[in-house]
């Protein structure tokens, strides 16, 4: 069998990469998109060539003209956008640390240089497979040189293939001859000038019939169309030039040889490093290398199902001063994960003797005893452990979350490759998405391989997570406020949230009524009848039907987002209906229907509370998101109803007041508004007789209004545009309000200033507890994106630090019950707002604790005030 030569246009697939896979960007804000593009197309065509041999060839940066006299022509192609043109010596660099050889030549063009190797390749016997975008190289292909053709869509390659025949099939031209195809219509993405007014089909059409140009322009009378033939003979030198221009130089001098091309040891430990610090996680496990420790740690794990084996793992394992710990099951405790040594590294299954009771006694035994456990999820964890000093516990995906918030898991695999430099095979690779139950039936050795890695790596990763929380001053942080904060979490899911079922149904009931009311006026207003919830025919019936103006074509029709719609509401009535109906068909979807299926046999809502999602440092609520239930709408805060509190309690509704403004006023240190908190005045009021020059006792409720949206608008980084939307007032009328505010309050436009160029320098911003919000927007190419970053830079410091506050509350709060030993708890957090379910004999006593830890949750130059309302549901507390 012969041996094989596989050849890259460097620049060619990187630049289809880049605009076929959404944008990227790591941890350091570095686009990453085409250089993940490439490897996956490179990836894809290693695993179905098995070549011997592999040459990269990259167009260089000087002029590559093939003859200085076209320089006018190659020398207009467009320059390369910062973000792609970054990633040139980003994947030059992965490709030399994975040892495969680039070529590269001053002069000429990266297909000159392919089609030389490639032909030369040839000559010596390969098989060569040429991968390119640029359909220019079709002109190589032969019965043993392949062109490969990758398009990548969405993230996905697929790749078209084409040999001589294969291109006569296609084109209905050799590939010689497709180069003079090629010249008469012309290429502006290569910058071919062609033929003007010559085509596609026309082209082809004369290269059939004449196998050449030269040949053409002697029958030129005899062309059809009349206009093809006048095109040809008015501008036949340009023909000549194009096809000059079109056509590959296979004798171009080469800067390797093939055998420079042998494939050695690709995946090296130090391409390794540059997958790890690009984020690729799906090439990670591509990688032989392994550290000494994994090759040690994987040959150490050890499975346990005899009982008096597992007592000798625990009563070892009470010596060591610290443990990697992970309770196995989804739904219910398969058996425990415990590493105490990178030699002792164990699953202990439950079967025979060893029982739940067993393992949940000896586990809580040797945390107590132990200095520090290691873990994940430590919520998780929470329904099987009981630490008398909660400072023990050491949350590995916490840690990570506040050393990176960005990223999207924090599994012990992201630990391992992230804080250990160690590639190691994540849950899915090992048992897919098998549940644990029926994964450990079918996948034993798999399964132990997975659990044996949860415990070991975060055993071996605590060191290393520490130091980086401490050289990133986030020790504290992660001690006092987010390791505390998991109990408080889980205390609240486990209570959950009682629910009135048939009030819901009710409520649902409604909202259908109301849908379809809606929904026969809005027929009958447009004269028939249509499937409202589909974007194409409402678009049809708009756009077309009704004549409405703003129509925007897209590929599968009109656009009718919200955005084009609200727009057009003002004046046409049938259009505020349908957004209307939306509105109500997304309540009773998402509220109405979908709330009934979390309700559990208790009636009560147990939704999660997650601590690791928002790089702002928020709480998130999932299953269901009981943090976005709609409060602007009145049928829509009608929802609050369903929610209730047991027989003998009621519900306290305790939220801070205007938290982001005062935190506002703290960082910034401006003194006007740090005085008018002082003097509790109407901060919405003042700032109204500034912005609109009126006197105080004069604002009238639209200025105090519009002030508010102001105010509010400054803590988000609101433009002028931003604000003439919301106020539907001109932009620069809205930039003159927000010229007054900043005159009003001056050191608050200092320190929004400031925090923008302070993140522009270091890439970050932090709240007053030091949480670091990294903002990689800021360093990109595309206006849009950099001020989306700035408006992050001046609202995260807040956001965040208003939400570090909220935790510390919740935290002192959910102690002091418990210290108490009170029957109240908190169900619910919503971003400022606390929900108390309040047993009726402690309402006094949980309203004195609200009034002393909430306000003191943080030492802020202004005061912290909190609003605290009573009601029998979430609605009239509210």
């Known amino acids: 069998m012969s041996e094989k030569l596989v050849l890259i246009d460097g620049h060619s697939i990187l630049h289809r990469a880049f605009y076929g896979v959404p944008d990227l960007t790591n941890f350091e804000g570095v686009h990453t998109n085409a250089v993940y593009g490439f490897l996956n197309i490179m990836f894809k065509v290693l695993e179905e060539e098995s070549p011997d041999y592999l040459i990269v060839a990259f167009d260089v940066n000087a002029p590559t003209f093939r003859h200085k006299m076209f320089a006018e022509y190659k020398g207009t192609r467009k320059p390369m956008l910062p973000e792609l043109r970054e990633q040139v010596p980003l994947i030059k660099e992965i490709l030399e640390k994975m040892n495969i050889t680039i070529a590269e030549q001053a002069g000429y063009e990266a297909d000159d240089v392919i089609g030389t190797l490639a ?19 079709l002109q190589l292909a032969t019965d043993r040189i392949k062109i490969r053709i990758p398009k990548t869509k969405a993230g996905r390659t697929e790749v078209e293939d084409y040999l001589a025949s294969d291109v006569k099939e296609r084109y209905h031209v050799s590939p010689i001859e497709f180069i003079d195809v090629k010249a008469l219509m012309g290429d502006s993405s290569d910058n071919i000038p062609g033929v003007p007014g010559v085509g596609e089909k026309t082209a082809t059409k004369i290269i059939v019939e004449y196998g050449n140009i030269e040949n053409a322009y002697e029958h030129a009378d005899e062309i059809k169309p009349p206009r093809a033939q006048n095109a040809l003979k008015d501008h036949y030198n340009l023909a000549l030039m194009s096809k000059e221009l079109a056509t590959i130089n296979i004798n171009s001098p080469v800067p390797c040889k093939i055998s420079d091309g042998k494939i050695g040891e690709m995946y090296t430990k130090e391409a390794f490093q540059i997958m790890k610090r690009l984020e690729f996680k799906s090439f990670l496990t591509r990688f032989e290398h392994k550290t000494e420790e994994n090759n040690s740690c994987e040959s150490e794990f050890a499975y346990i199902s005899d009982l008096a084996a597992a007592e000798r793992v625990f009563t070892q394992a009470s010596e060591y001063q610290r443990i990697g710990i992970n309770i196995i099951g989804d739904s219910e405790m398969l058996g425990l994960s415990l590493t105490y040594g990178m030699k002792q590294i164990y699953y202990i299954d439950i079967s025979g003797l060893i029982t739940e009771e067993y393992l949940i006694e000896r586990l809580n035994q040797l945390i107590n005893k132990v200095e520090k456990t290691a873990l994940i999820d430590l919520k998780h964890h929470l329904k099987y452990i009981k630490l008398d000093d909660r400072s023990k ?53 798999k399964f132990i391989k997975y659990a044996c890695y949860s415990s070991c790596i975060v055993y071996a990763a605590l060191e290393s997570l520490t130091d980086k929380l401490v050289s990133e001053n986030m020790l504290e942080l992660f001690h006092t406020i987010e390791m505390p904060l998991v109990y408080a979490l889980y205390d609240m899911e486990q209570v959950g949230i009682k629910v009135e079922k048939e009030a819901l149904k009710e409520y649902g009931d409604k909202l259908a009524a109301k849908i379809d009311v809606l929904q026969k006026e809005i027929h009958q207003e447009v004269g028939s009848e249509f499937n409202i919830n589909s974007p194409k025919q409402l678009g049809e019936i708009l756009f077309v039907k009704l004549g409405l103006p703003g129509g925007k074509k ?80 009145e049928l829509g805060r009608e929802i609050r109803k ?89 932009r620069k009328e809205a930039a003159g309000y927000i010229e007054q505010y900043f005159k009003t309050y001056p050191r608050i436009k200092e320190f929004l200033d400031e925090t923008v160029e302070f993140a522009k320098e270091n890439g970050f911003v932090t709240t007053m507890f030091q949480r670091k919000r990294p903002i990689p927007e800021l360093k990109s190419s595309n206006f849009m994106q950099r001020s989306f970053g700035e408006r992050i830079a001046m609202n995260s410091p807040i956001q965040g630090t208003a939400a570090d506050i909220i935790k510390i509350a919740m935290i002192q709060i959910n102690q002091e019950f418990k210290s108490r030993k009170l029957k109240s708890k908190i169900v619910l957090q919503v971003h400022d707002e606390l929900l108390i379910e309040a047993y009726h004999d402690e309402v006094q006593e949980v309203k004195e604790i609200l009034y002393d830890k909430m306000p003191k949750a943080a030492d802020l130059s202004v005061p912290l005030e909190i609003g605290l309302e009573m009601g029998n549901n979430w609605y009239e507390a509210h």
């Open 642 to 730: 369903v929610f209730v509190p047991e027989r003998d309690y009621v519900f306290i509704d305790a939220d801070y007041s205007q938290i982001e403004l005062r935190v506002l006023a703290h960082i910034s240190g401006d003194r006007n508004l740090i005085d008018a908190y002082k003097m509790d005045q109407d901060i919405h009021k003042i700032t109204a007789a500034n912005v609109f020059n009126t006197p105080l006792d004069k604002v009238t409720n639209a200025q105090r209004s519009n002030a508010k949206a102001v105010n509010f608008g400054i803590v988000y980084g609101i433009s002028s545009f931003g604000l003439s939307q919301d106020l539907s007032i001109s």
């Open 393 to 445: 516990a050491f949350d590995c995906e916490i840690a990570g979350y506040l050393l990176n918030p960005l990223k999207d898991s924090y599994d012990y695999e992201d630990i391992a490759r992230d804080y250990l430099n160690m590639p190691v095979p994540s849950r899915t690779e090992l048992i897919g998405k098998e549940l644990l139950q029926s994964a450990k039936l079918v996948l034993e050795d």
């Open 119 to 137: 032909k030369t390749g040839e000559r010596d016997g390969l098989e060569v497979s040429v991968i390119s975008g640029d359909r220019d190289l």
């Open 554 to 633: 897209t590929k599968t029709g009109y656009s009718t987002s919200a955005g084009v719609l609200e727009k057009l509401a003002p004046e046409y009535p049938v259009v505020n209906k349908i957004l209307e109906y939306r509105q109500y068909t997304k309540l009773k979807s998402t509220y109405a229907d979908g709330l009934a299926n979390y309700i559990g046999d208790d009636n009560r809502i147990h939704g999660k509370f997650n601590q690791t999602i928002t790089a702002t440092g928020r709480i998130s609520s999932t299953e269901p998101n009981l943090q976005n239930i709609p409060i602007r709408m």
